[in-house]
């Protein structure tokens, strides 16, 4: 006999003005599992989590948590039922602590209803603790990493003994360690009994940790399968329709240097790198975490100043002292955060568009020639097949992989000769991702040169025509695409943190010797 499902939803639809967001969803998951949740953007994930987590309501359908037919309509009223969601920006209170985060709106109390501080500090470090993470219950949140935040969201969750745990986009801003400690929490989960729904578009992170997935694909539930029985061409291919191509790769043929940077130093952490980009190459930046790839960035674009060293633009020493300045000089830069560096969320996609180009395109009286910049704008949204209602379309409503497209769009406007890229997929699924990968690959068939910025390793491997490596502000490798080795490259993403340990474990034993 089958076990019954800790969830069971059936034929959930749900519509807002001019969009099926779901069309007779059945979902289900069970106790002690972690199931998969896939996608592209506009799928419908977004819509059944926030429907399960109280924010939305469904139009039909019903939902069964423990054999009981609920149905939440607010987020607290979700939690009480014992239904937690960790999203992917963190709700927590940053002046507030552990454990005040972790007990907010039921904190023990004592007598005349004053709450008991000491009492919520053990109980919130014994929770922790049970979950393999020692945080102390005074630490305010604000001084924590992002990835010991997540620890604290877990924990919240299980202080109101959840017993289904919905996680959006967990590891998103996590490096390589940090991931490898939250999935072992999420085991530590799964033996307690919990059930864990992983929503996420890294798909080598998803066969991991999840035991079975649920594919979805305009607003419809597509195929539930057992992990072990989907490869990655399996779930892509049911995500999207089609058969798909991970990395586009075309050959390019490589001219003369557009970018030489000559023994740079910043006071940000940059130490004596020297590096060159030509035309028709992509040349990707690998490392860690801290390792200085977006450190390296800022001083190449002029947002930290450099210390020593010089930067040469096709064969000339330049002086950049701004982005507007860089982009002067041909250099166009999409930023590792969008939402924060790269876009003007409350601007529609004509005026972000054309953001880096306004004194071009302005009359002599400083105006805005529309006309122009609406027949720019016309021009990028179709070659990058951005999706959006119109020009007037506030980026903000937008989904990640279009709002990512308007990036692109607003460097390419300023025709660059160099194209520096830093998480360039990040957080976009993965029809969106292979578009990029595929716009990617015909700029550099016309000659520009593109400096990639990756954590992701077989965007890495896959995209790049050299790939060099950094560690502690400084290049500890570089690799000819023929010699793309990933245990080598991570060899090299750590190899003076190594030197530090060793050192450190040295002088440690020394210590212990001289007793």
Sequence with gaps: MEKQPLLKMEHITKRFPGVQAL?????????????????????????????????????????????????????????KLGISTIHQELALVPDLTVA?????????????????????NRAAEAILHDLGTELPGNRLIRDLTVAAQQMVEIAKAVSHQARLILMDEPTSALSHKEVDALFALIRRLKEKGVAVVFVSHRLDEVRQIVD??????????????????????????????????????????????????????????????????????????????????TELVRLICGVDRLSSGEILLNGQPVTIRSPADAARHGIGWVPEDRKLHGLVLGMDVQENTTLAILQRISNRFGAVQQHEARSITEHYIKILSIATPGLRQTVRNLSGGNQQKVVLAKWLSTQPKL??????????????????????????????????????????????????????????????????????????ATKFLTVVTERVETMEQQSWLAL
Aim: glycine letters at 12%; aromatic letters at 4%.
């Design 23 to 79: 069309d007779n969803v059945d979902f289900e998951a069970h106790a002690g599992e972690v199931l998969g949740l896939l996608g592209e953007n506009g799928a419908g994930k977004s819509t059944l989590i926030k429907i399960l987590s109280g924010i939305y309501q469904k139009d039909q359908g019903s939902i069964w948590l423990n054999g009981q037919e609920i149905n939440p309509k607010t987020p607290h009223e979700a939690q």
């Design 212 to 293: 079975r997935v649920t594919i979805m694909r305009d607003g419809q539930r597509v195929q539930t399968l057992p992990i072990a029985a989907a490869s990655e061409e399996t779930i892509i291919r049911l995500m999207v329709g089609r058969d798909v191509g991970l990395f586009p790769k075309v050959a390019a043929t490589i001219g003369e240097p557009v970018l030489t940077v000559r023994n740079i130093a910043g006071t940000n952490g940059v130490r004596q790198v020297s590096l060159t980009v030509r035309k028709g190459e992509i040349v990707g930046v690998a490392g860690l975490v801290g390792a200085g790839r």
């Design 419 to 492: 194209l520096i890229m830093d998480e360039p997929t990040r957080g976009i699924d993965i029809g969106a991702k292979t578009e990029v990968h595929a716009l990617i690959s015909q700029l550099v068939q016309q000659g520009m040169g593109i400096l990639m910025i990756s954590s992701e390793m077989p965007e890495i491997i896959g995209m790049s025509d050299r790939v060099v490596v950094m560690c502690q502000g400084r290049i500890t490798a570089e690799f000819e695409r023929g010699e793309f080795d990933q245990e080598k490259i991570m060899a090299a």
């Design 100 to 120: 005040e985060n972790i007990f907010l709106n039921h904190e023990p109390r004592r007598a005349l209803g004053r709450v008991d501080f000491q009492q919520m």
